[in-house]
Structure formats: C-alpha cells, structure tokens
RNA sequence: GCCCGGAUGGUGGAAUGGUAGACACACAGGACUUAAAAUCCUGCGAUCAUUGCGAUUGUGCGGGUUCAAGUCCCGCUCCGGGUACCA
C-alpha cells in the first residue's frame, strides 16, 4: 500500500466534516483555549501559498493545545466590507455582495484543502446584517457614553448632563475636543440644538469638524493607516488634506490606558514599540504667551521648558486659529499669499518639501521671562494637530528651529555651556545650563533634566503655564463617503444627529443603483430609495470604515448566533481574551489599536470581563516569491541560459515559475505561455535552459505567485502543512521555493513505510526496545518544547531524525507508533488520523492525548565528552554517564592523548562541563 | 533623521557562552534497472596534505571580555522593516 495522499485527506476531511471533530461549546470541566488568526479580507485572486502560513502555524498550535486537554476555541471568518469590492462594483455593476460572496466560496474552498481545524459552525462575515448589527450597537453606545478623565472610564453621557445641569461645567473631567465653560443657567437655557451641539463636544463617538485625508479619486475619507507616501493604499492614488464634517472615535481618550496595558501584553518588543511611538505619549508644559501692545494671548505646548531663554522667535502652524488674530494689517498681504502657497501644496508634498518656508506675522510676543519682544512667524513645520499648533522656537536645541533661524537670519542663543551652535543645533537633553536667568528663575549650573523640572514648577507657580501630557494619538475618523461598509444609526433631525432605538437594529444596507457618489456630490448612499426613518427623518450616507467591523470580532466568535446581545455574559466569562492571535505586522498601528481601543471601551460598559482583547501575539513573517528570468539577447527573440548570458547583450524577463522547474525552463511550455515566445530560440548549456532568480514580493506581476491548491493537489496538505513550517522560523520573512518541498513530501513517505511495506502492516504488539524508546522521547521532548516556543521549523527536522532513526533501527512496535502518530497530528492531521485508524481502529487521534514525557528514558551509558586544550578540541572521550565532575576530570588528564598535548606541562586550570566538554588550560 | 530587526556553505536554514553548519534542497559519485522514474548508499565551507590517520582556517568588518564567543560588550559596514517636521 503506497501512500496515497489524496484519498486519506479526503476521507479524512470527510469525516470531521460529518462527525463535527471541531466543533466547540463552553464546558466548564475543562481550561479554556482562544486561538485566534486575523481574518482575512476576500480578495479576488484568491490565497496563494503565503496566506495560510499563520494559519497552519495557529492550527498546529490549537491541536496541540486540544492533545492536551484544553477546550480550543478556533474560529475562522471574512472581514467582508472594502473597497476592492466597491470599486469592481463600479467598474462592472455587479453587486459588492455577489463579488464578496464568490471570493469567500473560493477562500473556503482553498482553506478547506489544507485541513484546519476551525469550528466552522462560528464563521462570521462583516458584511452579514447579523453581525453588524452589533457594530452598530457598539456605535450607539459610543455616542451614548463620554471619556470620564478622573475615574479612567467611560460613563453615560446623562450623568454628564445631570452635572451640566446642576453645575455648568464647572468641575467636569471629561476627555472632549474643545473646553468649553458655561453655568448650569446657561446650559439650562440652551435650546436642545445648542444642548446637543455642546454634549458631541464629550461623545466618544462624536461629529467632528476635522482636517481629512480626502481621496478625490476614491471619493472617499482614509485613515491615516489606509494612506501611505501621499497616495492611497489601495489602488495608490493621490490624496489630499481637507476640513469635513465627520463621525469620529475618540480614541485619544484611551491613550494613556492604550499605552500602559501594552506592558501586561506578550506581544513583541517590536511591536510594542511601534505602539508605543504611534501613542507618543510626551511630558511637557503648555505655556502663555502675550502679545505686545494687546490683549491676545496663545498657548504654547513644549518638552523643552528649560529653554524658555533661548526663545528668539514664535511659529504659528498655517491653520491655526490664532493665525487670524495676530496678523497686522501691513503683513496681511504676505500671509495670505503664503497661506495660499501651502493649500495649493498637497499633503505629499508638505511631506516630501524640506525646503524652509514661513512669513513674519507683523506682530511680536513677549518671553515672560525676558521680557523681550520676539516676532512671531508662521510655518508650516508646525503641525496644527499637535499640541496647540504654536511653539516657541529655540533654534540652538532644536534643529527645526535652527533650519528655520538660519534661513530667515533670526537670533540663536546657546543654553548650554560648551555647545557649539555655528554649525547645528544641539538638540540633546544634556549638559550645564548657561544664559538663563531672569524675572525671578535662574537655571544656570543646573543639568537640563533639573532645569526641566525647575522651570515647570516656576511657571506653575507663577500661572504662566501649566504642566502637560501630549499625546500623539489622534481621534479615529470613522465616516466613510462609500457604499460597502456598514450604515451608521444614525438619522438627522433639524441638522442634528440622532441615534435610532437599538430595537431598530440591524439597520440594514439599502439597494442602491449606482455605487458612485450623487450629482450633488453626496456619497452612494444617497442613491438609496426611502433612505429614512418611519417618521421620515434622513439617514445617515456615509458608512463606516474597514476597521469597524474587525475591532470586536473577536468576542463574536464566541457567541456568533446570540440575536440579544454581542456576546452573553457567562460565556464570555469563560472564552475571556484570546489567548494567541496570529497576524502580520501591518496591523500594528491600524486594527491593533482601534481593537484594542473598541476592547476597552465595552470593559468599561461591563460587556466583556478582560480589559485587553488579545493576550499573546505572535507575528508571522511574509512569504516572498522567488522569481524566475529567462534572457532575451536585445532585439531577438532568441534566449540564453543563465551562466552564459554574460556573453550577450541581454535583458532579464521574468517567467512564469509554474514553467520552471528547479531553475530548468521547461521549453515547450514556455512556448506555448505566450504568442510572441512561440518561435523562440534558446541558447542552452549543457543540453538546458537554466532560469536565474530572485527574491521578490509574491505577485501576479512577477510571475511568481503559487497557488497552495497546486501545491496539495501535487504533494498533499499534510505536505504543504510541513513544508511551510520547515521553510524557516515563523516570524521572519523568507522565500517560497517549491524545489526543497520533496525532501518534506519524501519523508512522509518514509514514515508511511513504516507502517506498510508491499501490502503489509508491519506494527505489532510488542515491548519497545529502550533505543526505541529513546527515539521516541527525544522526539517528544524536542516537539513539545519547540511547539510552546512556536519554534516549528527545527520540529519538523526532529521527525526527520526520529524517522530515520526509526527506519534504521527497524521499529515495529505499536506502543511507539502510535505515540509518534500523536506528535504528528498537529503537524500532519491527515496521515496521523489514517495511521491512527490503522494502529486502533477507533476513534480519532483528535481524542488522544499527547504523550508523557519520560526522562529516564533519554538517559545514557556514556557520555561523549570534548576533550579541549586551551579552548581547543583535541580528541572525544566515552565516559560512563553519572561520573562524577573530579573523576571525569581525572580520566581525561590520565588518557594517553592528553600527554601528547600537555607537552609535559602541568594544567593550570581544568573546567569541566557536565555532558559536554572537559576543558584544559595549560 | 529616529526606532526595530538581520548578516552563518551553491540555497533555505540549525546551534540554553561549550565539538559551528542539525535538517533539507541543489550538486557530484556509486548501487539497482535494458533505460528512465522511484529507492538506497557515499561525498559535499575553504586551503593544504592524502596510503590511512590529518593540519590550518572559517559565522559581514575592527576591537574587547572569557579557559571557551555565531552567541556577551564597544565601534563600524551593508541589507530589510516601521516611522517621520509630534516641539
């Protein structure tokens, strides 16, 4: 009986289907299990072999966790609503949902091949009305709540108006977008337009007037993580900065609990760090700044209070509302050209330009501590969204400042002793204050920390300012001007937003008959008939965005069908977090955040019982294509093999690497690929057409794309499961060769010799030898420790060992196989069951456990010890094991070789390591 | 610019500070076969030696710590990823 791949995953696939192996549900007699991968977004080219390796990795890792008796929750699902979808929508007519359910039935069905083990009975999919429902409610809730600053939580927006009614706004810690100030008398005699006007101030999901990354071509608002270098990152085109009325999350008010959780996280440093800078959290101090011979007065937000004294000019961000105030007539001019010149600037280009701009306002501010008058500028390297969108520039620290002092010939003043400004600024928090005394504050002989901290207290002190957290986290823009994503609750009456009742939920997407924004401009959704409320208020038109639906996924998988409530209370005290969640970097600053934002926000309410969504995550690495060139000779249509191609002039053309084979071109094959190769001429070598290659992203493009269904139709899943761990390490990036995939597929074929040799089982019923054993155990302690440190691809190499060794020794015990057959099953589901059956008969080795292990039986007769001479080895001794450190010590100085290299001397010193090594320093 | 990774044979990659190159691919030689495929065996960092044993050198570069460094420390080079006027 050979093996025969294809008919035991098959059988095999059939059988969990039929016999529900997967399927989970609470049981409280056994410990909990959350493994998690990011779904993933059905696109139209389907998976190729680069997508399932987090899957296979999570996979191996949730029967592993199943082998050892814990209830594995392991669902899979699409995140459903995007924009490619939308856009083939429009480019065709054919319907988002048709689109989006024809990808996901080939996902299913490539996923499918490959034999995980999802409790499928969860699927979710984003764009299902019972599954949004829940986005929406969660939308509600945020509207319905505000961030309370003092008790670290969310509350309910009406105690918040019981307190304006009491007391105005007089003693309220609410995270909001504007102070406001006002008496209960006044707030009692808002109209309830100006009342609601005043609470979207404190919502955490509030409308917001908010500077935007505005897509022309797309029609649509992007996320600062959908826009990449100016352009978009799906379908890459330009994008612009525009101030539009928006729905927006206030994410900002978590951002200290964002930060300081991230250290109960076993995520990467890596990718903690890049959280960490994304919230970019700073200490500093806002300041007040006069300007001379007015009223006007602006805040100022700095890290660097200590430099107060080497303040020598103002900045203004060209958007700032102070901008307006401070201007003088005779500069007017000036300013408006200059502020015109930036609008016409992109947001690219602000970025890429580095060139120093900026225009004198005409007025000038005075240092509350020199009383000096320095003039106040505006420029655009001061960023309107960050602290208050003014500074106080201090060109001898800081080297925006000094780039900018430089080109318009404004005073510099060093601070520091010893620090040479002539040529750059110096910008690091060190070294003896100098030049800074005055009004009542004297710095000088401090270091730069101390004066820090001085200055912060003397302008406390003296209300010139007040200390400040900055953070660098900005609120998430939650509307999208699109048509497939979810509708937002929301209905407009008299301008204002209003939340429909949450018994109206889902709110479901309307028909619409065309996918393009109105005439009027408005977005598809005003296409959409009766798109109102029974008492015939306007819905909302815009929809939400791609993070939406995939923040709170997580916890719906663990109660997917619940029509009451997102998730129930006693199972979500049992499921909790996930415990692993498997994805790619590229979600470090997008889903991680808003998840963990969305996460947070729903602890606050009380729906769900852990602060934090995901517990462990482990980061897989990109698979990268490797593809293949032939080479044309210039202006010919004859090609030259790889070695000999230096000989002509020539250009290197990618080829299709389904048509190469181990770097052979298959010639007639690469005839026939396209029209203008078929008379095509080769010069070969030796009788060949060798390929080169390269390393290069996975795609369509390049000719280099492999498709796992191939891959399994040639060799198996259980082949494809192996070979993606065996590749290399999980979490680094490396290439697809299909080359070395028959090493992996040989050896399973080895160990299914094995068990079968020309129609014969061999196992048998008989006491395993003790090399046998140790076989065994080596494996199980290799397996196990390297599955807990997800450190798969030196498993797969520790099964090759013990196979061999296994195959050398000529076992045919049952009690080892079927121990063996165990270790395999997560790894290798399919042949491991078939083996399994063969082994027992009954049953499924999903029901098994994993094996114990057994150290005694790794112990050994002797021990081969190195034999070192000042770090050198010399020879190898056999040393009865259990011999004691002096002795082995002795016996390695008394051995005939060790004269040879001792040359007559006496050792100066002898380590010895236990097992290992017995080093002699002479 | 800043932050985080990485650099080991022809290739992918192994190595709790302790015999570097596990395991595979590729390649070369051999066995079986009419032949091919499949399978099995042998070799495979470099240099020198070779009748066998071997010797020297070797983990991007330069230093250091240590009896012992791919691994730890200091200083570079190159490559990859993230991020960017965040005051």
């Not at 010919?636 to 080829?655: A, G, W």
């Not at 499924?844 to 190195?866: F, R, T």
Request: proline share 4%.
């Amino acid at each position: 009986m050979e093996y025969n791949f294809r008919d035991i995953e098959k059988k095999w696939q059939e059988y969990w289907r039929e016999n529900q192996t997967y399927r989970v549900e609470v049981d409280n007699t056994k410990p909990k299990y959350y493994v998690l991968d990011m779904f993933p977004y059905p696109s139209g080219a389907g998976l190729h072999v680069g997508h399932p390796l987090g899957y296979i990795a999570s996979d191996i890792f949730s029967r592993f966790k199943r082998l050892n008796g814990f209830n594995v929750l392991h669902p899979m699902g699409y995140d459903a609503y995007g924009l490619p979808a939308e856009q083939y929508a429009i480019q065709t007519g054919q319907h988002p949902a048709i689109t989006t359910e024809q990808n996901i039935g080939r996902y299913r069905e490539q996923l499918d091949k490959i034999g995980f083990s999802y409790d499928w009975n969860r699927e979710i999919r984003t764009c299902e009305p019972d599954f949004y429902k829940w986005t929406q409610w969660a939308f509600i809730k945020m509207f319905s709540y505000y961030y309370n600053t003092k008790e670290n939580k969310a509350l309910p927006i009406e105690s918040l108006v019981d307190s304006f009614s009491k007391n105005g706004s007089n003693g309220i810690t609410a995270a909001c977008s504007k102070e406001f100030e006002f008496t209960a008398a006044e707030w009692n005699g808002m109209s309830e337009k100006e009342q609601q006007q005043t609470l979207m101030n404190y919502r955490i999901a509030y409308l917001g007037d908010t500077m935007v990354n505005w897509c022309p071509k797309l029609g649509t608002v992007l996320a600062n993580d959908e826009v990449t270098d100016g352009v978009s990152v799906r379908g890459g085109y330009p994008v612009e900065q525009k101030l539009m009325r928006q729905w927006c999350l206030r994410v900002s008010s978590y951002a200290d609990r964002l930060l300081k959780s991230l250290d109960n996280l076993e995520w990467s440093d890596s990718i903690k760090e890049t959280q960490k800078n994304w919230i970019g959290r700073s200490e500093g101090a806002e300041m007040q700044f006069k300007i001379a011979d007015s009223d006007i007065e602006f805040t100022i937000f700095t890290t660097r209070a200590d430099t107060i004294f080497g303040v020598t000019f103002m900045v203004l961000a060209p958007e700032s509302a102070y901008v307006k105030q401070v201007v003088t007539a005779e500069q007017q001019a000036e300013v408006d050209a200059y502020l015109d010149s930036i609008k016409h600037k992109t947001e690219r280009d602000r970025q890429t330009d580095k060139r120093v701009t900026g225009v004198f306002t005409g007025s000038y501010a005075i240092n509350p501590l020199t009383n000096e008058k320095i003039p106040v500028w505006i420029s655009d390297y001061v960023l309107a969204g960050y602290g208050t969108g003014a500074i106080m520039a201090v060109p001898a620290h800081d080297s925006r400042d000094y780039a900018f002092a430089k080109h318009f010939n404004l005073p510099i003043i060093p601070l520091i002793e010893g620090c040479d400004v002539s040529e750059e600024s110096f910008d690091a928090k060190e070294g003896k204050m100098i030049n800074s005394a005055g009004n009542g504050l004297d710095l000088n002989g401090m270091d730069v920390k101390q004066a820090i901290n001085a200055t912060k207290e003397f302008i406390k002190e003296k209300g010139l300012g007040r200390v400040k957290v900055n953070f660098r986290l900005r609120d998430a823009i939650f509307s999208r001007q699109r048509y497939w994503g979810e509708p937002f609750p929301v209905y407009y009456k008299e301008g204002i937003p209003y939340m429909l009742d949450e018994s109206k939920l889902p709110l479901l997407l309307p028909e619409v008959d065309s996918f393009l924004p109105t005439e009027s401009g408005e977005p598809p959704l005003g296409h959409a008939k009766n798109w109102e409320t029974e008492d015939h208020f306007p819905l909302e038109l815009c929809t939400m965005p791609g993070f939406a639906g995939s923040s709170a996924y997580y916890i719906r998988y663990q109660d997917p069908h619940n029509n009451d409530a997102l998730v129930d209370q006693s199972v979500n005290d049992y499921w909790r977090n996930v415990d692993l969640y498997i994805g790619g970097t590229e979600h470090a600053t997008g889903h991680l955040i808003y998840s963990r934002f969305w996460n947070k926000f729903l602890f606050d309410l009380g729906i769900v019982c852990e602060d934090e969504p995901y517990k462990k995550l482990v980061n897989q690495g990109m698979i990268q294509g490797r593809s293949n060139f032939v080479y044309r000779i210039k202006d010919t249509n004859t090609f030259v093999s790889y070695n000999i191609r230096n000989e002509y002039d020539v250009t290197p053309i990618h080829v299709d690497v389904n048509i190469v084979s181990n770097d052979h071109l298959d010639i007639e094959a690469f005839k026939a690929w396209r029209p203008e190769f078929h008379n095509a001429e080769f010069i070969l070598e030796d009788g060949k057409y060798i390929c080169g290659w390269a390393v290069e992203k996975m795609s369509k493009s390049m000719f280099n794309v492999v498709n796992p269904d191939v891959i399994v139709e040639k060799f198996g899943a259980d082949t494809l499961r192996f070979y993606e761990m065996f590749l290399g390490p999980l979490e680094q990036s490396k290439p697809w060769d299909t080359n070395g995939i028959d090493g992996v597929h040989r050896f399973l074929r080895k160990l299914w010799g094995l068990f079968y040799k020309n129609g014969q089982f061999l196992p048998v019923d008989a006491e395993p030898t003790k090399e046998e054993l140790k076989s065994l155990h080596k494996l199980i302690k290799k397996v196990t420790w390297d599955i807990e440190n997800f450190s798969f691809n030196t498993s797969v190499a520790a099964f090759m060992i013990c196979v061999n060794e296994l195959t050398q020794i000529k076992c045919n015990k049952k009690s080892i196989f079927k121990e063996l057959v165990v270790l395999l099953a997560p790894f290798a589901p399919h042949i491991a069951e078939e083996l399994w059956h063969s082994l027992s008969e009954t049953g499924s080795v999903c029901d098994a456990q994993w094996p114990a292990l057994n150290e005694d039986h790794l112990k050994e007769d002797s021990v081969n010890y190195a034999i070192s001479f000042n770090g050198k080895t010399r020879f190898n001794l056999e040393i009865a094991s259990g011999t004691s450190k002096e002795d082995v010590e002795k016996i390695a100085l008394e051995h005939e070789n060790s004269a040879k290299w001792l040359e007559g001397k006496t050792p100066k010193k002898v380590i010895v390591v236990p097992n290992k090594i017995v080093n002699i320093v002479i």
